[in-house]
Nanobody, 131 residues
Framework: QLQLVESGGDLVQPGGSLRLSCAVS????????IGWFRQAPGKEREGVQC????????DYARSVKGRFTISRDNAKNTVYLQMNSLKPEDTAVYYC????????????????????????WGQGTQVTVSS
């Protein structure tokens, strides 16, 4: 059974940093692309970044360009999202999920990042940026 569990969310001051983790089980992480999304209250779930099975990470959301970095450690079955220079507008619940289409898990990220093309969502982790 595929399972993704996010962790690392916290309350942080503007300008601070956090590293989110997405621990996966039930499948071979190294074979699939993983995406990070976020959802603020009253807003649609937004794609943030995606990393392919080969490890190529791609900035997607312009608002996080140069501040967020996605990475993966296949040996630990974990994908990370390093978030620096955090802003109040980064406040949201952050989710990870597996890139998929027509019921198949994919090894490459598909752009634009659209939440309906991801599956096996975790429960999310809350990030709050506030002074």
């Amino acid at each position: 059974q595929l399972q993704l569990v996010e962790s690392g969310g916290d309350l942080v001051q503007p300008g601070g940093s956090l590293r989110l983790s997405c621990a996966v089980s039930g499948f071979t992480l190294e074979s699939y692309a993983i995406g990070w999304f976020r959802q603020a209250p009253g807003k649609e779930r937004e794609g943030v970044q995606c990393i392919s099975s080969s490890g190529g990470g791609t900035d997607y959301a312009r608002s996080v360009k140069g501040r967020f970095t996605i990475s993966r450690d296949n040996a630990k079955n974990t994908v990370y999202l390093q978030m620096n220079s955090l802003k109040p507008e980064d406040t949201a619940v952050y989710y990870c999920a597996v890139q998929s289409a027509d019921g198949q898990l994919l090894s490459l990220c598909v752009f634009p990042l659209f939440y309906r093309y991801f599956s096996s969502w975790g429960q999310g982790t809350q990030v709050t940026v506030s002074s």
